[in-house]
């Protein structure tokens, strides 16, 4: 594991490198020129820490299934009689998802795949993803609130 | 897993949120408003919103920091 990391870093590295150089002309000062050119280092380690997760994974290996979050959303010794019926909302909001939405959510807000690794996994990037998540969450919000189950606006503090 | 009685982290999606791209542009810049003391929200907001909820920015934001605040001012050997 060690030196597969040792690996990664070294080809961060060489890529971020030739990521700098090719976008010399695009510093504008706005902070140190090594502070701008760290940056680059850590878009290619996310990338590749991302990917090399990944390639790690087995094959058979699934998400979270929706048909299994009844079981998850199922309330808990303890919960409130609002928290269950909170969550008894959430999921039937879950299901009115579009596929995509769905599948963005449950892998993770419910599975905590991180989400370049499911970017790897659909092709796609991670701006693409996050926007399918915002409007997932959108759209639940939405869906409790019609439901009677608003989900009050965190404190954004 | 994911511990769903946090509803309103789960949930969150705030409004003015400026998305992944838009933070990647600059953020060498906010993180040098933050190791200055300043409030790097007063100047990039969509973008502090968007830390808050993006959890792949806000892990490239936190390494970014940390390199910043430990090597920044390193000298070529």
């Known amino acids: 594991m060690g030196a597969e990391f040792d690996d990664l870093a070294q080809q961060a590295a060489n890529d971020a490198l030739i990521n700098v150089l090719a976008r010399l002309d695009d510093f504008r000062g706005l902070s140190r020129f090594t502070t701008w050119a760290y940056k680059f280092v850590m878009f290619e380690v996310s990338g590749k820490v991302a990917r090399h997760i990944w390639r790690g994974q087995s094959p058979s290996r699934e998400g979270l299934a929706f048909e299994q979050l009844p079981d998850l959303l199922a309330p808990q010794p303890g919960d409130r009689i609002e928290q269950r019926e909170q969550l008894k909302a959430l999921a039937v909001a879950i299901g009115e998802l579009t596929d995509r939405q769905r599948q963005v959510f449950v892998a993770i807000a419910l599975n905590e795949v991180p989400i370049d690794v499911l970017a790897v996994q659909l092709g796609t990037n991670r701006n693409a993803i996050y926007k399918n998540l915002f409007d997932a969450r959108r759209n639940l919000r939405a869906s409790m609130a019609a439901a009677g189950h608003p989900v009050p606006e965190e404190d954004a503090a | ?77």
């Open chain 2, 1 to 77: 897993m994911a511990d769903l009685r946090r509803l309103d982290e789960f949930l969150r999606a705030e409004a003015g949120d400026a998305g992944c791209t838009a933070g990647e542009d600059i953020l060498d810049a906010y993180i040098e408003l933050e190791l200055a003391g300043e409030d790097p929200a007063r100047v990039f907001p969509g973008t502090a919103i968007h830390l808050r909820s993006c959890p792949g920015c806000r892990a490239d934001h936190n390494g970014l920091l940390e390199a910043a605040r430990r090597f920044a001012d390193a000298q070529p050997e």
